[in-house]
């Protein structure tokens, strides 16, 4: 392996790493709901249930290949709530809503400002985080090993949620992420 390719590897593993561990929980956040009149309003985590919080972007090509095979994880896993957090510095409520609106059924949350992004220390688009009913995050990765979930082998998110749904370990609590990196 080059030096290059080991220096950018270190980096990706360590900023991986260190989304993973520096955010312990939180109670919630603000931003401006996409179907509710883009009002600042709180995003609830509820204290029963597992969160599934997918950063998306309607311009990543990445991102649009996954919103059908996310709608179906979101309906074969009706226990958890999902989230979708569209993290675009360029983008306006309006324009959010009219790219989602018809392609996914769960709440849909524009972050102009990336707070909730920074927050999480998403890296990409699908970045996916699943948090646990008192809002730590146990998962940290991408969707699939691939970025078209129709050409993938190894569907990271889909067994963390079926093993968590049978009760037993999520697996590797960090995946790749792949996609389009968030702009900052």
Known sequence: MSVKKLFLFFISFALTNMAF???KSFEAFE????KDGFKEKMVPLN????SL????SKDCPCSNANLEYIE?????FSTFDFYAIHANLKASSQEVYNHFKEKISFPLYNDPELKVANSFRALKTPHAFI??????????GGI???VNPVLASNHYLKKALTN???GKPIGPSTTKTLGCYIAR
């Open 164 to 166: 968590l749904n049978a």
């Open 21 to 23: 561990s520096s955010i």
């Open 31 to 34: 931003l401006s709901d996409s």
């Open 131 to 140: 948090l646990s009913p008192g809002g730590e995050i146990i998962y940290s």
């Open 144 to 146: 699939t090993n691939t």
């Open 53 to 56: 919080f997918i950063f998306l």
């Open 47 to 50: 204290n029963e249930k597992f």
């Open 72 to 76: 179906k994880l979101k309906n074969e």
